[in-house]
Structures are given as C-alpha cells and as structure tokens.
C-alpha cells in the first residue's frame, strides 16, 4: 500500500482534531473541515456543512485518508442535531471518500454504542469505584465482538456509522478502522471515578488514530479508544495484535486527585 500522506480531519474545531494536527503535522500532510472559520487551526480548512454534501465534497479530492471526528458530541444531544449531524453526515462522508477515491477512513465511534453492557454486573460496579471481590487482572472485558447495545440516541448514531462503514468496505472497497473512544476530556486526565476505567490520555487516543492510519491494509475493523487503565473493561488486546497500539497511559495515576 503507498503510504498515507495527505489526511483529511472532519470537525477540525475539536478537541482531538487540534492534538492531531498539532502533535503529528510532522507524519502526515492534514486539512480540515468544519462547519465555521477557525482562526487557530495551522492547517488549511475549508467551511462546510457535512450534512449537505455538495458543500463539502470538494474537500475529500486528492486526500489519501479521512478522519472523521465532527458529530455533536453531547452524549444527550437531541434527535434534531443527531439526525443532520451525527448520522446524515456521516453517510455523507463515506459517500463522499467513495466518490473521490479516498482509501482509508478512520471514523471516531463512541464507547455508547455499546453502552448498555455498563449496567451489567461487574461493570455497573466498576464505574460506581466499587471493587470489592473484583481482582483488576481478571475483568471480563468488552470487545469488538459484543452485541451493539446504544444507551441513546447519539450512541444508535454511532452505531449506525459503524454499519455505513462496514457497508462501503464490503461494498466499494474502502478500508475503515471504527474507533470507540471511551473518555477523552480538556483536562487529559480523570475526573470522575467512572473515568478511572474509561479515560484515554491524549497521546494513546492520538496513537491509535497514528497506527490506524500506517497500519497494513485491511477491510474493516472495531478498536477501543482507552488507556491502560488499571480498572479498564474495554479490551485493547485486539488493537494491540492488529495495530501495534501500545498506550503509554492508566488512569489509576490519577485516583488521588479525584
């Protein structure tokens, strides 16, 4: 496969968009897309509204890769911003890397959507910082093969992004990496108990976008975006023997500023 160069990161006005084009502008040749100006982006950005694909479209030419990170973000958001935002404009994209010959997309999916499995008993336990009888090294964990299980509206968004994907990689040839990124905050580190489990520092969630992108050629595939976390139910391994995804970072260093 010719090496990715020239990467183009939906809703470049974000959190994780800044860090990547900041932190590895060396690796690769990035713009941006958002729906408004951004004055601080050191990149080239163009202004669209990925819920209206002829307004962007002209951004996806001669791109070798796609990040797609722009959605509303609340996890509470209301059916009126999830459906234009999160789900029309995801299709959107993939439309669009299929028409422009784009050939690889990296789309940022979201622990929610498969939320529900936090109810289950020992995770319910975990985010609650109730650890007794649970030995960390011996959690079940949640993985890329569970049944989808969306704890609302934004999580059966994301979701359904993850089926468009599998759709275009089957079907026109694009090589998609969905990630479910767990808790990535300003702070860059936990804030809350349930975060000792679910937080992913910066550089890791940075990494595994990196890897994603350098990675051998592949079809489709489901990695979690989490650290190292000591109380962490989400697996890495498969991230680790697909990807080479090392993270560097675990919660637990965290637990006495809570």
Known sequence: MTPVRKVLVTGSGGLIAGALTRDLGDRFEFTGLDIGPLDH????????????????RGAFDGVDAVVHLGADSNQNAPWSSVLPNNLIATRNVF???????????????????VGMHELDDPYCRIRAGDYEGLDPDNIPQIDHRVQIRPDGQYGISKAFGEATGAYYAENFGLEVACLRIGTVNRPNRPTEVRQLATWCSHRDVLQLVQRCLEVEPFQFDIFYGVSDNKWRFWDIDHARQVLGYAPEDNGEDYRDSL
Do not use: F, M, Q, W
């Open 95 to 113: 439309e669009a890397c299929r028409d422009a010959g784009v050939k690889r997309v990296v789309y940022a999916s979201s622990n929610h959507a």
């Open 41 to 56: 982006l050191a990149v080239p950005n163009t202004v669209g509204d990925l819920s209206d694909i002829e307004s962007v």
